[in-house]
């Protein structure tokens, strides 16, 4: 355990972000799930929303250091494929 008052600190600090970044790695995989119901239901407004959401939620991540840059290009790279290719995917 943390002996100096710096040291525990860091442990609260190491909590907090902790806490957030779960959350957001969260969302996006939420949101991922949410396209992947959206593409198999068809319907393209739904599937245009969903994809909007998560390109936006991947996009705040990165910028906050959550997830690498490259990361979110490819998650929404991904994303945009299956899309592209319909509801058979």
Known sequence: MANTKSALKRV???????ERNRAAK????????KLSDATAG??????????????????????????HRNKADNLKSKAARK?????AA
């Open 12 to 18: 609260r600090q190491t909590e907090r972000r902790t």
């Open 26 to 33: 969260s969302r996006i995989k939420t949101l991922r799930r």
């Open 42 to 67: 068809g319907k393209s407004e739904d599937v245009n929303s969903a994809l909007s959401q998560l390109s936006s939620a991947v996009d705040k991540a990165a910028k906050r250091g959550v997830i």
């Open 83 to 87: 899309v592209a290719s319909g509801p």
